[in-house]
């Protein structure tokens, strides 16, 4: 045998599945530890592996396996039509709040859900508008309103080029709402 025919006799022998034999030479009724790691069963780690591969991964003879491609999809800055318009952004997240508090009054035990409800109404309507790229984080504070004062900050890390943030805050007679919009490109 050329040593063309022994590399391709090796290659086709590693593509079969070993069988697993059993040998029993502990006593029947002994436990085997698999590992050290507490917990790791290789029997589940195996059938996992195998659910993993697809048809298309696996060579077949007859079957021809198809390399795709991708090129970068990395861009440092979003296209001059896809940056943030912070008018329109201000305009819909504005209208968005005010259809929101038509007779809304300040419930203690509602208010978590009426927050939690009105980002997500809020950020779907940004995602509605062009900004791809753009992860949309809409923070949501409603307080009751009695003669207090409220300081609402936050910090995170920030391309001042890019990364945008607005802020609103309404006031009905008896509850306040502040609406923090962040806009951070994703690269």
Same mark, same amino acid.
């Given at each position: ?73 990395? &861009? ?5 039509? /896809? ?5 329109? $952004?201000? #305009?819909?997240? *504005?209208? %968005? ?50 003669? &207090? ?5 936050? /910090? ?5 080029? $890019?990364? #945008?943030?607005? *802020?609103? %805050? ?18």
């Amino acid at each position: 045998m050329s040593d063309a025919n022994v590399n391709t006799a090796s290659r086709e022998a590693s593509i079969d599945i070993p069988t697993l034999e059993k040998h029993h030479s502990k006593a029947h009724g002994s436990v085997r530890r698999s590992t050290i790691f507490p917990g790791f069963n290789p029997n589940v780690f195996a059938a996992r592996m195998r659910r993993l591969s697809t048809r298309s991964s696996i060579p077949r003879n007859g079957y021809e396996r198809r390399t795709v491609r991708f090129e970068s999809t990395y &861009q440092m800055e979003p296209d001059q039509d /896809r940056k943030v318009d912070m008018d329109q $952004l201000h #305009r819909v997240a *504005t209208e %968005t709040l005010a259809t929101a508090l038509l007779g809304y009054r300040y419930d203690a035990s509602h208010a978590r859900k009426f927050s939690s409800n009105l980002a997500e109404r809020i950020r779907n309507e940004i995602k509605q508008l062009p900004y791809t790229r753009y992860k949309i984080v809409v923070h949501v504070v409603v307080g009751q309103r009695k003669s &207090q004062g409220v300081l609402v900050a936050s /910090r995170c890390l920030w391309d001042v080029k $890019l990364d #945008r943030h607005i *802020t609103i %805050t309404k006031q009905t007679r008896n509850a306040y709402i502040t609406v923090t919009i962040f806009l951070v490109y994703n690269e």
